[in-house]
């Protein structure tokens, strides 16, 4: 089993940045992937970013792409998504999720986190 516990998530306004940071406990090794999600009101649940601890990756939605970083920390178990020039469309409750095995873009994780609000304001 996996635990996932997020953090970082808040009020922002239109073109600010938030990190937000998962940490990863009990079963994590190196065939870890880890991805972070996003479910906005009236919408479905999407994809945003994806990695592993084995190097594959990383992997990005297009809406996302050269705004949104994610990172890891081996050391720490934790992934980073770090969010700039963020946009009001960007509003939502942002999961991470962990499968072991290959990176996917589907939701086909069987750890997730609590979520995590980001508002970001216009």
């Known amino acids: 089993q996996v635990q996932l516990v997020e953090s970082g998530g808040g009020l922002v306004q239109t073109g600010g940045s938030l990190r937000l940071s998962c940490a990863a406990s009990g079963r994590t090794s190196s065939s870890l992937s880890m991805g972070w999600f996003r479910h906005a009101p009236g919408k479905e649940r999407e994809f945003v970013a994806a990695?592993?601890?084995?190097?594959?990756?990383?992997v990005y939605a297009d809406s996302v792409k050269g705004r949104f970083t994610i990172s890891r920390d081996d050391i720490k178990n934790t992934v980073y998504l770090q969010m700039d020039s963020l946009k009001p469309e960007d509003t939502a409750v942002y999961y991470c999720?962990?499968?072991?095995?290959?990176?996917?873009?589907?939701?086909?994780?069987?750890?997730w986190g609590q979520g995590t609000q980001v508002t970001v304001s216009s």
């Open positions: 999720a962990a499968r072991f095995g290959r990176i996917v873009t589907s939701s086909n994780y069987p750890a």
């Open positions: 990695i592993s601890w084995s190097f594959e990756g990383p």
